[in-house]
């Protein structure tokens, strides 16, 4: 027996870039993966690798809604100035655009 959703649940299909990337090069990102979560401003990006500068590892984001509002994380580990981080495309869960980087160990 099929089951019907109702329509408030139907929502409408995302619109496809084609040809387009999602990711913005020189935009900051929030970016969760399977394991860890990162910050930085993205300098790169293809089809298997993120490229993020000025970049920190957030070991403890507090209350996660609270810490996404404030962008005030409760513990941030920032990686050296002048490094650049790669993180594997395959290990995202989910990325969006935030307001600043975390350059202060917390």
Same mark, same amino acid.
């Given at each position: ?6 329509k ?6 995302l ?5 387009? @990337?999602?990711f ?30 000025d970049a920190?590892?957030i ?6 809604? @609270? ?13 050296? @100035?002048?490094v ?10 989910a ?12």
């Open positions: 027996m099929k089951k019907k959703l109702a408030s649940a139907v929502k409408k299909p619109k496809v870039r084609a040809g387009k @990337d999602n913005v090069v020189g935009k900051i990102y929030f970016i969760q993966t399977v394991t860890l979560y990162y910050t930085g401003l993205l300098i790169g990006v293809n089809k298997d690798e993120f490229l993020l500068c920190a590892w070991a403890d984001t507090g209350r996660f809604a @609270d810490a996404l509002k404030s962008l005030s994380f409760s513990e941030v580990e920032p990686f050296p @100035d002048g650049e981080v790669i993180v594997g495309r395959g290990a995202l869960i990325a969006w655009q935030i307001t600043a980087t975390q350059r202060a160990q917390k």
